[in-house]
């Protein structure tokens, strides 16, 4: 079946630094990328996504990357905050489906002081 | 607007046991979402409907049958439970394909 693979699992910046989490999907009719956050025990929400007829996009802070030959996707996150500690997820949709999205396993955001 | 909301917010069933979880938007959203998230597995797509009077699966929808009954209410159902089921259960809805603003989310435990 198709799946979406997150690196790293875990993730610990020092405070003001970049952090980069990367996703790699399997089905090449994936054309909607999500990426949403979870705080320690609230609900996801979506930061940002993008398309596959974009390449990169970027909002404030954060921006995501798409590389459609390889499959690829990464999320970036600069000058890093406290508030950025989080768990992020990164999803693809299912072929040209914006409605099934399968999902990648998390990475848990640390911020060092 | 209360966006999306979720009852039970937690439930413990035995195995065999039956329950529903209710799930609710008040913001005209088109499709809704029934999700299972489990420890470092991320979140699993039980089933979803795209519409009011569709229903489609999605990556694991054994064990759960959901109604949609009507555009505001998706509800999911246990028919007998087990203890592969306990999980966190979110439900979603979007304005059609796209962003998905989730509820706070059911905590079930199946003894």
């Known amino acids: 079946g198709e799946n979406v693979e997150q690196h790293p699992s875990t993730l610990s910046v020092q405070e003001g630094d970049s952090a980069v989490i990367k996703c790699t999907y399997s089905d090449s009719a994936s054309n909607y990328f999500p990426w949403y956050k979870q705080e320690l025990g609230k609900r996801p929400q979506l930061i940002i996504d993008?398309?596959?007829n974009v390449g990169e996009k970027k909002d404030q802070r954060i921006a995501v990357t798409l590389n459609k030959t390889a499959k690829h996707f990464s999320l970036h996150i600069t000058e890093t905050q406290p508030e950025d500690s989080a768990v992020y997820f990164c999803a693809a949709s299912i072929g040209i489906s914006y409605y099934q999205l399968i999902w990648g396993a998390g990475t848990m955001l640390i911020l060092q002081p | 607007n209360a966006g999306v909301t979720q009852t039970p917010k937690f439930q413990v069933l035995k195995t065999g046991q039956s329950m529903t979880l209710q799930c609710a938007q008040d913001m005209n959203h088109n499709s809704m979402y029934w999700y299972r998230q489990d420890p470092g597995m991320g979140l699993r797509l039980i089933y979803y409907?795209?519409?009011?009077?569709?229903?489609d699966k999605g990556e694991v929808p054994n064990g759960y049958n959901v109604s949609r009954l009507n555009k505001r209410e998706f509800s999911l159902r246990l028919e007998s439970a087990a203890p592969s089921q306990t999980s966190v259960y979110f439900c979603?809805?979007?304005?059609?394909?796209?962003?998905?603003?989730f509820g706070p989310g059911t905590r079930l435990t199946v003894t």
């Open positions: 993008i398309r596959s």
């Open positions: 979603a809805s979007s304005v059609s394909a796209g962003e998905q603003y």
């Open positions: 409907s795209a519409s009011e009077g569709t229903t």
